[in-house]
């Protein structure tokens, strides 16, 4: 290794252990918190077993046992299944179990602080179950250690809110219309619910994943602690302190809080940064970091990320990626990597590009395009295009103009206001940059018109322009003259109403060709219209 080598490898230990020491002073937005109340009301789940260790248990825990099967005995308060179904809900301090049907006569319900189960299969099978529940084997071993940490469960928690929901901007679903469903189907502790045209978050279940706020493609959920512009700040303050102090090539690199310590013997220029978990990360920071100068970003992966989340993160990376191959660099200028490649990891990716300074205080959406903007203007050879994987936060409408009437449904239910109205003009206006790709325009179309493609325009200009998708001449009042629909709507009414009792004659026909206000004219002059008119008023 030559001397040079070493001299810099040097300047890298001293320059990130500076960095490091920047960072330590960064105030961080406190948010709410969650508080859980445990009396140590401890339930046992299980057979013959959990009859027997439940006898061992003693203050603070006050057992009571649910047996699956097996004999009652003396003992601690015991409640048998005796062949009825039985269901878990609930969280810390607040759980119930469920035996039997609801109104059936053998029904009832049970309260805990905290769930022991020691059944074959666990009641609650999601990768993060709630706080005060643990599923243990039933040998000695295991269920002593489970009762250790249930011991540790009596009295007052607190947790952060980890999540803000904004649900103006929600995707999730628009007059009846449901579509977007990434962070229900994200969330490795099923802490988010549908409900009607918006999502619920169950802040006692939720455990501070953040997945749901990387897959949210408005930006609707955001991460609350720390929010997303205080982790780029964080960033920013690293890598700028990093290059002060002479270090070169600076490899931005995310460990899982639940994946211990896993950082180890890792290169000097390599900077860790501690999330909740890595799903907390997504687009924005990624690109972000790449921005303010770091030459590639790393996901390590412990093997603490839950089978969903991996799915999520896998499915960002694989646009990140399109993304960079479209701009011209290297597309493993961000991956996932494992702890031990940490020391082959330290190659940089990305090339020499002037260091980006925008702050990141702003939106989701807005945050990512500052920072693909930066890096598409310091590209050599971009293309104009990126072509992106389904699923894909970026993309384009299209509209089929032999079916498109122009009734303004998917405009009316764009939560992005990506699809708008022609300002006054018989035309169907699209903004590409708002464009959320959720789906909820192609679901609500009522003649199946229009379509979503994804796709990432990176000429900030042309993705902010209203574009025209369709638009028609209006057709105006045969009486006034007065342009009041367009004549697609028009033809289909007519075809519609062709067989229509009230409208066999021409003048009733003509009508339906005029303005709100020449027809009511129209049908007070029409002796018939107004016959016809009485008869079905006297008819309901």
């Not at 299980?46 to 009652?72: H, M, S």
């Not at 455990?207 to 205080?230: H, K, L, N």
């Not at 936060?393 to 990506?418: N, Y």
């Not at 229009?450 to 000429?459: A, C, G, Q, T, V």
Request: with cysteine.
């Amino acid at each position: 290794m030559s001397k040079q080598t070493v001299t810099q490898r040097e300047r890298n230990a001293r320059a990130r252990a500076a960095a490091q020491a920047a960072v330590e002073g960064l105030a961080v937005k406190p948010t709410g918190r969650v508080e859980y109340r445990s009396q140590g009301r401890l339930v046992v789940i299980g057979g013959q077993e959990a009859l027997e260790f439940a006898t061992r248990i003693t203050d603070p825990l006050k057992a009571q046992v649910i047996l699956l099967q097996g004999e009652e005995e003396p003992g601690p308060p015991l409640v048998s299944v005796a062949g009825r179904t039985i269901r878990l809900e609930g969280y810390l301090g607040a759980f119930r179990i469920f035996l039997g049907e609801e109104g059936k006569p053998n029904y009832e319900f049970v309260d805990a602080d905290l769930v022991l189960d020691l059944s074959s299969k666990p009641l609650l099978s999601m990768p993060l179950t709630p706080p005060g529940y643990l599923h243990a084997p039933t040998d000695e071993i295991s269920m002593v250690a489970a009762l250790e940490q249930l011991t540790d469960l009596v009295g007052t928690f607190e947790k952060p809110r980890y999540f803000n929901y904004d649900a103006s901007i929600c995707a999730h679903a628009r007059a009846g219309q449901q579509a977007c469903t990434r962070c229900i189907d994200a969330c490795p502790a099923e802490a988010i619910t549908s409900l009607a045209e918006t999502i619920e978050v169950n802040p006692n279940l939720c455990q501070g994943g953040g997945v749901c706020a990387t897959v949210c493609p408005s930006g609707a959920i955001q991460y609350a602690y720390p929010r997303a512009e205080d982790t780029l700040q964080q960033i920013r303050t690293l890598l700028r302190v990093y290059r002060d102090n002479d270090g070169k090539d600076p490899v931005i690199a995310f460990f899982s809080q639940a994946d211990g310590d896993v950082t180890g013997a890792v290169p000097e220029n390599l900077i860790p940064i501690m999330v909740e978990e890595l799903g907390s990360v997504g687009l924005e920071v990624w690109f972000s970091a790449l921005a303010y100068g770091a030459t590639a970003v790393l996901l390590v992966d412990g093997g603490a990320m839950p089978a969903r989340v991996s799915v999520a993160v896998t499915q960002q990376l694989t646009a990140a990626s399109e993304i960079l191959s479209a701009m011209g660099y290297p597309v493993n200028s961000i991956r996932l990597v494992e702890p031990d490649a940490m020391e082959n990891e330290s190659v940089s990716s990305m090339p020499s590009i002037e260091v980006a300074t925008f702050s990141g205080v702003g939106g989701k959406r807005q945050t990512a395009f500052m920072a693909i903007d930066h890096l598409y203007d310091e590209a050599v050879q971009p293309k104009l295009m990126a072509n992106l994987t389904t699923g894909a936060p970026f993309g384009t409408a299209e509209v089929d103009e032999d079916r498109c009437t122009l009734c303004m449904s998917c405009a009316g239910i764009c939560p992005g206001k990506a699809l708008q109205t022609g300002d006054g003009k018989p035309q169907l206006q699209f903004i590409e940059v708002n464009c959320l790709q959720c789906g909820l325009c192609t679901r609500s179309c009522p003649e199946d018109a229009i379509w979503i493609s994804p796709r990432l325009l990176f000429e900030s200009e042309v993705r902010s322009r209203p574009r025209v998708l369709y638009e028609e001449p209006p057709f105006c009042c045969v009486s006034c003259g007065k342009p009041f629909a367009t004549h697609s709507v028009i033809t289909r009414m007519l075809s519609k109403l062709e067989g229509h009792w009230m409208f066999q004659n021409e003048r009733a026909k003509r009508r339906l060709m005029m303005c709100d206000d020449c027809r009511v004219v129209d049908m007070v002059q029409d002796p018939e219209a107004m016959q016809q008119g009485f008869e079905t008023h006297r008819r309901q």
